[in-house]
């Protein structure tokens, strides 16, 4: 008769495998977007490819939508137990690292292109679109990297937000925005109602005398003026002004002219994305006016994989602002917020467009909010049109916005 198996103890158990992450060479798509860009403009410059600089246009506007909605979403999470390994992970970081020089290089490429046939319109409407996109997509690795702990890190934040030359962004993104999402008081959060050509000057200006009034504060606090040399808003418009100062020096003033177009459509795509991250949703006010903590359920978010693994994962952004100091790989999705119905570089195209964008949009707003329009972020204007048009309740008593 067979003896019966000796039960199993747990030395005998093989451990489990330790959990490693899909996606780990497919973050180098991330620095191969500026890498793709230098090609672009090496081959138009030195090739003759003409083709070359539409490139990037057709592939930001059309085939990275087209791949989101093909390829799909992906809502899987590291593990508990994987998250600190992943957090101290270098290998991610240095994809952020390399990202900065690639953007100086595809700014200082531009600008020379631009210099080589000044004014000539269709060469430079590719060179702006290339090299602004590349930016824009630069002042997402300095977002990264700006929430470091580490100054040095910081630093790099500032250099990679030059080209755009949106260096306050350092500051009231992190002390501002983070403080204020998802309330009338933060320009950066769009309000239900509001198009996105609305939006944009009032997040640009409110976004910038926000930043001098959080740095004039805590100056004032070290006994400093505004204008002492530690204002990191200086500092950041300093790298700014070498970068294109240096360039102009060279190149001529067509250059000067070109880093100024391709800046402002860097911070626009920045702006544009401020819209859709946080458009109509609000946090709780007491009967102080204390608001409650932001939680995931104050932004939207995307799993689409193809934008996510191009953007270091911004779409997550509910974990972003519960968790703004976690790191891009170990960011997790959340059942209980809000969900695009596709990614950035789609909705960044029908926010462009506000009949499209309201038609997607605002029923999601309002069944985010159960049809009760008065827990929204709505825009003063048009509480009461959007109240009939969605049968809400308005809110007896809305807070005045600031901006």
């Known amino acids: 008769m067979l003896s019966p198996r000796p039960a199993a103890t747990p030395s005998s158990i093989a451990p489990a495998a330790p959990w490693v992450d899909g996606k780990r060479w497919a973050w180098l798509m991330g620095p ?12 138009w410059a030195w090739l003759g490819w003409t083709w070359a600089l539409a ?15 093909w390829i799909g979403v992906d809502q899987s999470n590291p593990p508990p137990q994987a998250m600190n390994a992943l957090e101290a992970d270098p290998y991610y970081e240095r994809l952020l690292l390399l990202c900065v020089p690639l953007q100086v290089a595809v700014t200082v490429l531009g600008a020379w292109c631009a210099s080589q046939l000044p004014g000539n319109p269709w060469v430079w409407l ?10 824009g997509f630069g002042i997402n690795t300095g977002h990264e990297l700006g929430h470091k702990h580490v100054a040095s890190r910081r630093w790099w934040a500032k250099l990679a937000l030059a080209p755009a030359a949106y260096g306050h962004f350092f500051v009231e993104h992190n002390r501002g925005h983070h403080r204020n999402v ?8 769009a309000r239900m109602g509001e198009s996105f050509w609305r939006f944009l000057p009032r997040s640009v200006l ?18 400093h003026g505004p204008w002492h040399v530690s204002n990191h808003n200086l500092q950041a418009w300093s790298l700014t002004l070498l970068l294109f100062g240096g360039l102009t020096a060279w190149l001529g003033a067509w250059a000067l002219l070109f880093l100024a177009l391709q800046a402002v459509y860097a911070f626009s795509l920045l702006e544009v994305v401020n ?3 946080h ?8 009967e102080h006016g204390r608001f409650e903590r932001c939680s995931p359920e104050h932004s939207w978010n995307s799993n689409n994989v193809v934008t996510n693994l ?20 170990a960011l997790r999705h959340f059942d209980s917020s809000p969900q695009l119905p596709t990614g950035y570089a789609s909705m960044l195209l029908l926010a462009y467009v506000p009949p499209l964008w309201f038609s997607v949009m605002n029923p999601r707003v309002a069944a985010h909010y159960g049809g009760d329009l008065g827990r929204a972020n709505v825009q003063p204007a048009q509480r009461e049109r959007l109240w009939r048009r969605y049968h809400c309740a308005l809110a007896a008593a809305p807070v005045k916005p600031a901006f």
């Open 206 to 223: 409110g976004s910038l005398r926000s930043a001098w009034r959080l740095e004039a504060v805590r100056l004032a606090a070290l006994s």
């Open 275 to 277: 819209y859709l991250e």
């Open 55 to 69: 490139l990037m246009p057709v592939l930001l506007f059309v085939l990275i939508p087209a791949l989101d909605v």
């Open 126 to 135: 590719g060179l702006v679109v290339s090299v602004g996109a590349m930016n």
């Open 279 to 286: 458009y109509g949703l609000l946090r709780r006010s007491d």
């Open 310 to 329: 191009l953007l270091f994962q911004l779409q997550r952004h509910s974990d972003h602002h519960a968790h703004p100091a976690r790191s891009y790989q």
């Open 32 to 43: 191969a977007l500026p890498l793709l860009t230098l090609f672009c403009l090496g081959a």
């Open 182 to 189: 998802a309330t009338p008081t933060d320009p950066a959060s």
